[in-house]
């Protein structure tokens, strides 16, 4: 085995690992919101935005995000509004609710962050950060290059339809 593929065998089992346990303690933290809600409301905090800006900076595609709108507006944390560059669409705005939750979490989160990274050096700090942010770069442009290369799905052949009750002959009973 070879230096290189030794460090991605790491690599391999410590992302998996990390993953693992960012699902567990997003679960047993009770966080007031899901992790996709939180998500898109940090990123609604700009201002209002489409829903396929919304999908573009998140690397979803618009079904996604706009189920998760509708769960969202279903909790009143957004409201849709006309887009006053063309108002025919809507704009996704966060509501005082949606903005009070995700800061709520934002700062939850960020005290858990401190605590988990207290005894790191501010340097090791920065260090990390940057890096992560690489990853987190890294991993866009990777869904992006899939994205790219997945073949248009091909029209899905409908099944016969059955005709209703009434319709249908009566097969002729045996005697």
Do not use: D, H, N, V
């Given at each position: 085995m070879t230096d290189t593929t030794a460090v991605i065998e790491k690599l391999e089992r410590e992302l998996a690992f990390f993953a693992r346990r960012l699902e567990a303690v997003h679960r047993k933290r009770g966080y007031p919101l899901e992790r996709a809600h939180y998500?898109?409301?940090l990123q609604l905090r700009e201002g209002p935005a489409s829903v396929t800006d919304l999908a573009h900076h998140l690397d979803l595609d618009d079904s996604t995000v706009t189920r998760q709108i509708a769960a969202m507006q279903r909790r009143r944390l957004i409201r849709r509004v006309k887009n006053p560059a063309d108002g025919r669409s809507t704009l996704i705005e966060r509501t005082r609710l949606g903005a009070e939750s995700a800061?709520?979490?934002?700062?939850?989160?960020?005290?858990?962050?401190?605590?988990?990274?207290?005894?790191?050096?501010q340097t090791d700090r920065e260090k990390f950060a940057q890096m992560l942010a690489q990853v987190n770069l890294a991993l866009s442009d990777s869904l992006?290059?899939?994205?790219?290369?997945?073949?248009?799905?091909?029209?899905?052949?409908?099944?016969?339809?059955?005709?209703?009750?009434?319709?249908?002959?009566?097969?002729?009973?045996?005697?």
């Open positions: 998500l898109l409301l800061e709520t979490m934002r700062l939850a989160r960020l005290g858990r962050i401190e605590t988990l990274f207290g005894a790191w050096k992006k290059e899939m994205t790219e290369e997945l073949p248009s799905p091909s029209p899905r052949p409908r099944a016969p339809r059955s005709k209703p009750a009434r319709q249908r002959k009566a097969k002729p009973q045996k005697e």
